[in-house]
């Protein structure tokens, strides 16, 4: 089955829950109208369930191949991209100072959701190549944006992220790629780095990739890393291609999914040395590269909301096709649809509120991004650019752990069948699997929230967060309504738990206990944060059913879907909460050996 944009869910959040101030727009977005929104996202989940769509099964089954130094992508792909590039897509949050369409963050993210629903592995190749535009525009040469910007912007090129080596995967201190500097300013860089998606493929004439190495004098550890913008080809002073430079593809990876992004292993600098140029300044290319991490983890977790959808909707589909059984507590001796057994809602329940949720959560995060980007007031932009620094590990790491859950649970709802690659079911969990591991691992972004978000700051910006949800909490509190005091009661209850935790995190001694329940300390908070949401959401809908407005079947499903996630997974709080106050002690005294 094609993938179909959940266009009712995404103007619910965008207009309800992402919205700050409709009536004020922020500087800049002036003309992105509600009309205009609207507009886009309709023409954007056309091309999603049209084009991107239909090319998901041949990206899996024939995936991109290797010969020669050379990748060629599936069927499909290289009409697809030109498609996309002449539509404007790829330009759609971009400066408009390089040729971009300057749309907001919060719109451009469910549009990139999209994308991640109809074909996640598509999607790869747009993502990276914004991430490298965004450093670029923050840190490269007048010349080097001149250079490389349109380009890239307009899709003509591509861009890569080049970090990780054999020995160097999360250990960045690691990196042994060097760069010799040029009489001209250049500088010579030899190495090989892997796992570099789309750092090879026939959908563009050259790919501009980024690469961590380090210069002759560099200090060791992360301190003596730069950046270096080493293109495919030379290009020339016009700007038309010049010279292959020495990097080639010495080979791509066979994984267990997403077999449609090429995976490339990169040799720099075989023969003479690949030709780069420094961004930035020297020894602190690992902070520019940040940059462009941040991007994709933010990314990476809008993959998980996309496949979460594609697999919330496979799953539905056959749940409402598949006969078997007949109904419990039914005289009729029928059989019956396999969506009318109440294990079979549960999970189609579990994984419909989680998808809402994540969806919620990453957006308000995606409308903070454009508050701290164009907000006239420099002490708000400070304030939101902290709550997204506070929620990009969440926003990364929880939509990815969930992604991996709701697509297994759509094969469970196959049954059998579910593990039968036909059916597709299988190709949802494969693709979903590597989400929580590349751009920093669950592990990673767990460390990142506890070690430096939340204890470096003594919990002062998570507090802030909390006491906002505490404040929906009594507002929903007060309705009378028993749906919502459902809601509300469990809200309260994650609140109080996750209050617990930021105080043991603050309060630590040894970083080794925090570090023990920082995954669990993430899960908490992204559960927390969506039932936060899913509250607001509840509130909504309510009051708009009162009053007669709106969808009234899908406000109805709205706050169900909100009092399932407050029983079913908000409830998960406080066993998180003892997991991280008292699960240290077994995990830091088992000995190794035990293991």
């Known amino acids: 089955m094609d993938y179909h944009a959940p266009l009712a869910d995404m103007q619910f959040v965008l207009r309800e829950l992402a919205t700050q101030d409709p009536g004020t727009p922020l500087p800049g977005f002036e003309d992105f ?3 205009l929104v609207s507009a886009v996202l309709g023409e954007a989940a056309k091309f999603a369930q049209g084009v991107l769509s239909p090319l998901n099964t041949v990206g899996d089954r024939v995936g991109a191949r290797w010969h020669q130094g050379t990748v060629q992508t599936a069927p499909g792909w290289p009409a697809a991209y030109t498609q996309f590039v002449d539509n404007g897509w790829n330009a759609l949050s971009c400066s408009p100072a390089h040729g971009g ?17 109809a074909n996640v592995a598509f999607a790869l190749c747009p993502m990276l190549t914004r991430g490298a535009i965004e450093a670029l525009e923050l840190r490269g040469s007048e010349a080097q944006k001149a ?50 998606t789309y750092g090879e493929h026939d959908l563009t004439d050259n790919i501009v990739h980024l690469v961590l190495a380090r210069t002759p004098n560099a200090p060791e550890g992360v301190k003596g890393i730069s950046l270096f913008v080493v293109p495919k080809f030379l290009v020339n002073t016009d700007g038309s291609l010049g010279a292959r430079n020495d990097v080639h593809c010495v080979s791509i990876e066979h994984k267990l999914g997403i077999h449609g992004s090429p995976t490339a292993v990169l040799a720099f600098g075989d023969t003479e040395g690949a030709i780069g140029w420094l961004v930035g300044e020297e020894n602190r290319g690992l902070e520019t590269m940040f940059i462009m ?11 998980g909301v996309g496949l979460c959808e594609r697999a919330t909707q496979r799953a539905v589909a056959y749940a409402r096709g598949r006969v078997q059984g007949t109904e419990l507590g039914s005289p009729s001796r029928d059989k019956v649809a396999i969506i009318r057994h109440p294990d079979v809602r549960r999970m189609l329940l579990q994984m419909k509120s989680r998808t809402e949720a994540l969806r919620a959560v990453a957006c308000v995060v995606a409308a903070a991004m454009d508050q701290a980007a164009a907000h006239p007031d420099a002490a ?27 697509t297994s649970l759509g094969v469970q709802v ?30 990673i972004q767990a460390a990142d929230l506890v070690g430096r978000k939340v204890a470096r700051d003594q919990g002062h910006g998570i507090r802030i967060v909390i006491a906002q949800m505490d404040g929906v909490c009594r507002a929903l509190g007060q309705q009378n309504d028993p749906q919502l005091k459902a809601i509300c009661a469990s809200l309260d209850s994650g609140i109080q738990a996750l209050e617990k935790a930021v105080q043991f995190v603050v309060s630590a001694t040894d970083p080794r206990i925090s570090a023990a329940g920082s ?77």
Request: charged share 20%.
């Open 293 to 303: 991490m941040n991007a994709a983890r933010y990314s990476v977790g809008l993959e």
């Open 33 to 35: 109208t509600p009309d």
């Open 101 to 117: 369409q300057g749309l907001p963050r919060v719109v451009s993210s469910l549009v990139e959701e999209m994308w991640n629903g």
């Open 147 to 196: 250079m490389y910007l349109p380009k890239m912007v307009n899709g003509e090129w591509t861009g890569s992220m080049n970090l990780t080596e054999p020995q160097a995967g999360s250990d960045l201190a690691a990196v042994r790629a060097r760069a010799v500097p040029q009489a001209d300013g250049s500088h010579r860089v030899h190495g090989q780095k892997i796992f570099i």
């Open 380 to 406: 708000e932009r400070e304030r939101q650019q902290a709550f997204v620094d506070l929620m990009i590990p969440v926003v990364k790491g929880w939509s990815t752990e969930s992604a991996v859950l709701v």
């Open 519 to 595: 995954v669990p300390f993430l899960e908490l908070f992204a559960i927390v944060a969506g039932g936060w949401q899913m509250a607001r959401a509840a509130g909504v809908a309510r009051r708009q059913l009162d009053a007669g407005e709106g969808d009234a079947a899908f406000l109805r499903a709205k706050l169900i879907t909100a009092r399932f996630y407050a029983d079913h997974v908000l409830s998960a709080a406080t066993g998180l909460a003892h997991a991280v106050l008292h699960g240290a002690d077994a995990t830091l005294t088992m000995e190794d050996g035990q293991l």
């Open 414 to 443: 196959h049954g059998g069948m579910g593990f039968i690659e036909e059916t597709g079911a299988a190709q949802h969990l494969r693709d979903a699997r590597i989400t929580p591991i590349y751009e920093g691992t669950t592990g």
